[in-house]
């Protein structure tokens, strides 16, 4: 099959499927850009979703490859469909964001099932897995999580500008350094800010595409603490700005700006700590191969 043929019946199988999903998420999507996605928590959604756009468009050439020769399931991806539509149709009737947003995974695993087979879902196995970063996170885990997280970073920074010889105190999750008290607030150390930075460690995973299992294993596991550490890393930058400049100048603009200074920070840490992992490998190898 020349590629014209492989371009006419993609169209001819992705564009019917891709139009339903349009007329049943769009809604979704507008109401969500008005509720959870213009929140500071949740305003990476967006961003997501362009993500696992292009994660699906990087992969169209082995999508291509494998589309006549992927053996189809109907019976599984029907079930998972139903299972979908049935939260779908829970969600948007009951405005169960969860539901709602989540419903997309089991129909677009279900559709492709059916339709196009099992090697097709596993060229877009992690685009779907990286919907689960679209769902908002349940409000009774979220407080019992972010608490701790918030103290933690606290404590980091308070002893951190201590040592170091500022005159910083801190009670709970407030900072007092100077003539300036700070709460460390959800948006400044919460489990959604450690969510989407997993999100963005998993992503770079994914387009490096290390051969090295060890390799890739060893930098997940690191993610947790690489996205801490970005954290303590803003919130003292913070805290360091309000003491300098005053608050208006650290509550401002800013405070806005330190979110991508976070990204920024985490970005650069994963990078550094992938080539300090692959430095080691490199280091353990060079005897095994003298010998």
Request: glycine residues 8%; proline residues 4%.
């Amino acid at each position: 099959m020349n590629i014209s043929e492989i371009n006419q019946k993609a169209i001819q199988y992705f564009l019917p499927i891709l139009i339903g999903l349009l007329v049943m998420y769009v809604p979704t999507y507008l109401h969500t850009s008005e509720t959870l996605w213009a929140t500071d928590d949740q305003s990476h959604g967006p961003i997501i979703l362009f993500l696992i756009g292009y994660l699906v468009w990087t992969r169209k050439e082995e999508l291509y490859a494998v589309l006549e020769e992927s053996k189809k399931s109907p019976i599984i991806g029907g079930i998972l469909f139903a299972i979908g539509a049935f939260c779908y149709v829970i969600g948007r009737s009951q405005d169960i964001l969860i539901l709602d947003l989540g419903s997309q995974i089991p129909i677009v695993i279900g559709l492709v099932l059916m339709a196009y087979g099992n090697k097709f879902l596993r060229v877009i196995a992690f685009p779907i897995f990286f919907m689960i970063f679209l769902l908002p996170i349940p409000g009774a885990f979220l407080a019992a999580i972010t608490l701790p997280m918030k103290i933690a970073v606290s404590y980091v920074v308070d002893n951190l500008l201590f040592h170091l010889g500022y005159p910083i105190a801190r009670d709970g999750v407030i900072l007092q350094i100077g003539q300036y008290q700070l709460m460390v607030a959800d948006a400044c150390a919460g489990m959604n800010t450690l969510i989407s930075l997993e999100a963005l460690g998993l992503l770079y995973l994914n387009l490096v595409r290390h051969d090295s299992l060890a390799r890739n294993l060893i930098l997940a596991t690191l993610i947790v603490p690489i996205s801490f550490t970005a954290n303590v890393i803003r919130v003292t930058s913070l805290t360091l700005i309000t003491y300098y400049f005053g608050n208006e100048v650290g509550q401002g603009f800013i405070h806005g700006f330190a979110g991508i200074v976070l990204f920024t920070v985490a970005l650069i840490l994963i990078l550094a700590v992938d080539h300090t992992i692959q430095w080691w490998l490199d280091k353990r190898k060079k005897p095994h191969e003298l010998s």
